[in-house]
């Protein structure tokens, strides 16, 4: 079960617009790793893969958000780049990162969205204003062992940690 929100950042043209493209066809089958090899958030301390939602390359969230590769993880949530199902096939398709919370971070995802609403509520002329990325939209997926709030942002063109080492090498 899906259950859709939009964030206050969701323009209107894209309320209206109606999901267009098809998904692409899912990855060939195959193995990639070693089913014994632990990788990413596995090898962390407290790892339980119960908390993460089973997020396959191909399937579709939302009826919208096509998930193609894994682009990040951490202690509360993975993050995976998505194809916008959504938009006539005339226009040029965009794809968008997914963070998905882990069942056990639930209250921390909603306050996490709703300091994202606050600062976009706030002024857009502020100098600071364009240094924090808000979601462009949120919904929840229901998981194997409870529900996942789900968080579409831009792409970014790199981490963070890699922006403010380049930041503190050029002296800002």
Known sequence: MQRATMST???????????CRKPLPPPLPGLLLRQDERVDE??????????????????????????????????????????DMRG????????????ISNTNNGSAAKEELEIEAHIAGTDPSHRGYPLFRTSLES???????GTHLCLTYEPMREPLWLFQRSERRRGN
Do not use: H, M
């Not at 090898?43 to 096509?66: F, H, M, T, W």
């Not at 919904?139 to 062992?145: K, R």
């Open 9 to 19: 950042r969701s323009t209107a043209a894209r309320l209206f617009s109606s999901v």
């Open 88 to 99: 006539d096939e005339s226009e040029p398709e965009s794809a968008v990162a997914l963070k």
């Open 139 to 145: 919904f929840e997926i229901e998981g194997p062992e």
């Open 42 to 83: 596995e090898i962390c301390p407290g790892y339980d893969s119960k908390r993460l939602y089973p997020a396959r390359p191909g399937e579709v969230l939302a009826n919208r958000y096509q998930i193609l590769v894994k682009v990040g993880w951490g202690v509360s949530s993975t993050v995976w780049l998505a194809r």
